[in-house]
């Protein structure tokens, strides 16, 4: 007997950023094996401001020497809204070697510290969840980016271990409740 996927109800505003190649390249996801969380490392910006930021890098870039190569499937805000940025059928550039069968959610934070907000948590773990039934995974399948490549990055899950652990507990406890 096969087990029908009941997906949870959530609000994404989908406002995919234009193909570049320094932010939306069009290349194929072929697997998805897994979840990055991020933070955006920027303060107090809110979704469609770190969507934009993606959006513009052509432009962003021209000067620059070394270009900047950055995007994310999804942001979460400051006030729990989620922007869709990529194609869950494409790759985005945030997890280094875990682009090719990750999908990536950046999320906004309100200050250095990079802890959530509330709101931001409480629709990361939403979002987390949805994306686990959709894709056949668990909660060990959530990864920081700092598991991929040692960065500090989502800083307040990768300075407070407990929090980032009680994290994916609510993500398992979410996707049973579905």
């Given at each position: 007997?096969?087990?029908?996927?009941?997906l949870p109800k959530i609000t994404i505003d989908t406002k995919l950023i234009e193909k570049n190649k320094y932010s939306r390249p069009g290349i194929a996801l072929e697997n998805v094996n897994g979840i990055v969380v991020h933070y955006t490392a920027n303060p107090g910006t809110d979704a469609e401001d770190n969507r934009n930021y993606f959006n513009n890098l052509p432009r962003l870039n021209e000067n620059r020497q070394s270009p900047v190569y950055a995007s994310s499937h999804f942001v979460v805000g400051l006030k729990g809204q989620i922007v869709q940025c990529i194609p869950l059928n494409e790759i985005s550039y945030a997890s280094n070697d875990r682009n090719t069968d990750t999908i990536a959610i950046e999320c906004c934070h309100p200050d250095k510290?990079?802890?959530?907000?509330?709101?931001t948590y409480k629709a990361l773990v939403e979002l987390v969840s949805?994306?686990?039934i959709r894709y056949d995974l668990n909660e060990e399948n959530v990864i920081r980016h700092y598991d991929v490549t040692g960065k500090q990055c989502p800083l307040y899950f990768v300075q407070h271990e407990d929090a980032w652990e009680t994290f994916k507990k609510d993500v398992k406890?979410?996707?049973?409740?579905?």
């Open positions: 007997m096969s087990r029908q996927k009941v510290t990079g802890k959530f907000n509330a709101l949805y994306l686990c406890k979410k996707m049973h409740t579905q």
